[in-house]
Structures are given as C-alpha cells and as structure tokens.
C-alpha cells in the first residue's frame, strides 16, 4: 500500500482489521427512487467482511468464478478495493437494512497513456426477484462523476 505522498507503506493483515459478516452500519447514502428501502452507499474497511460472505454465496452459482478460490486473497484484494487510496472503490445496495448487491470498481490505465478509466472488480446482486432494481442502482451509482473522476478517490 501507499500513503497519500506515494511512499510505500506497511500491509496490515485484513484479518487484524476485518471481522464483521455483517455490514457496517448505515452511514450516509444515496436512496434509490426505483425501489423502496434500498439504499445504495459507499463501502467501508468494517464491510469487507460482509462483502466476501456475500460473494462467497452469490458468485459461485453464477458460472462466473473461473478457478479455485483463495480466500485469503480474495480478502485481500477486497480489502484493498474498498481502502486503498487512488485504486478503487465498492458500493454496497442494502434492502431494508440486508446486504443485497454489492460492486466493485477499480481504476486503470490505458494501455496508451495516463489516463484512466473505470473497470468492474466485482458485479453480483442477490437473485431474488424482490431485488430486481438493485443492479440498475448499483451501476448508476458507480458511474463516474466529477469528484470520482478529479480525485480518483473521494
């Protein structure tokens, strides 16, 4: 990791951080007008630990883990979408307070030059159909705005 200068910085563990398979309580976010109770805001290092549980339960059915999971590296690299400075962020769309979808966007550059652009991490939304409209929220959410865009992190 890197602090706010460049300099390189010391890991701490995910596990001495992130215990909670819970998300973090609500702090403020955005509530979406296509669905009643859910309530799209952005991850904090306390949710980590729900986000992998979530994962963990909703990717594998999908088809779309191609190979073994490491968990402790699955962790990790969540961990480090939701916390590290400049290399990305998640959101988290709760229904009625329960973890329903969750996405995590991680910037890149292109292949060209400097600039950069947003790419998927992770994309999953519980499958029942009461949570249809959370998918829709999640992506206008994580569209990029002017603060994302200048600070590549907020």
């Known amino acids: 990791m890197t602090d706010d200068r460049g300099q390189r910085t010391e890991e701490k563990a995910v596990e001495d951080t992130v215990h909670p398979s819970e998300p973090a309580p609500?702090?403020?976010g955005?509530?979406?007008?296509?669905?009643?109770?859910l309530l799209i805001r952005e991850a904090t290092a306390e949710d980590v630990g729900a986000i992998?549980?979530?994962?963990?339960?909703?990717?594998p059915p999908t088809g779309?883990?191609?190979?073994r999971l490491d968990c402790a590296k699955a962790r990790r690299e969540i961990a480090r979408v939701v916390a590290e400075r400049g290399y990305g962020y998640a959101l988290l769309a709760l229904v009625e307070g329960?973890?329903?979808?969750?996405?995590?966007?991680v910037y890149v550059d292109w292949w060209y030059g400097t600039d950069k652009f947003f790419a998927e991490r992770?994309?999953?939304v519980d499958p029942d159909p009461r949570h249809r409209a959370v998918g829709k929220?999640?992506?206008w959410?994580?569209?990029p705005t002017r603060s994302r865009k200048t600070s590549a992190r907020r």
């Not at 955005?30 to 109770?37: A, E, K």
């Not at 992998?52 to 339960?57: A, E, G, K, S």
């Not at 779309?64 to 190979?67: A, V």
């Open 137 to 139: 929220a999640l992506l």
């Open 52 to 59: 992998y549980d979530f994962l963990c339960r909703v990717a």
């Open 30 to 37: 955005v509530v979406c007008p296509l669905s009643s109770g």
């Open 98 to 105: 329960e973890l329903a979808g969750t996405i995590g966007v």
């Open 26 to 28: 609500a702090k403020a």
């Open 122 to 124: 992770w994309f999953f």
């Open 64 to 67: 779309r883990m191609h190979g």
């Open 141 to 143: 959410e994580a569209r």
